[in-house]
């Protein structure tokens, strides 16, 4: 195995309101919420850093097609796929009307627009 050339650091999401998809996350995954500055704030994890990032006249992806097709998803792992999905929803996350396997991953969209996949963990 080759020496890497550096290493994760965190992903990062565009959004119009960054302060509430910070506190959506953060209400799915827990952590702690780090502000450092007035366009950034930071989620921090057991997993890792998840960042979001304020942009004027931010237009959220398409998925699964469109104009704007999405560049990147979260997977969050559930134990129970209906208890995640209800939980989710009531956080304001939308089921996206083409879910390809049901039974093992469900797509939504976050608040910001950002299309998501609870998994069902496989332990």
């Keep these: 195995m080759s020496t890497p050339i550096g290493r994760f650091s965190l992903a990062a999401l565009d959004c119009d309101d ?7 996350y953060r ?9 450092f500055s007035a366009d950034w704030i930071e989620l921090h994890t057991s997993g890792g850093i998840i960042a979001f990032q304020h ?7 398409t998925w699964p097609a469109g104009d704007r097709p999405q560049q990147a998803h979260l997977d969050i ?3 129970d796929l209906d208890a995640g ?8 996350a ?3 009307d083409i879910q390809p396997t049901p039974d093992k991953w469900r797509v939504f969209l976050d608040p ?12």
Excluded: M, Q, W
Aim: with cysteine; net charge negative.
């Design 18 to 24: 960054h302060a509430a998809l910070a506190e959506f």
């Design 27 to 35: 209400s799915i995954v827990g952590g702690e919420l780090k502000s």
């Design 55 to 61: 942009i004027d006249r931010y237009r959220p992806p």
């Design 77 to 79: 792992d559930v134990d």
């Design 85 to 92: 999905e209800a939980a989710i929803i009531e956080l304001g």
């Design 94 to 96: 939308v089921k996206t």
């Design 112 to 123: 910001a627009g950002h299309p998501f996949c609870l998994v069902l963990n496989p332990s």
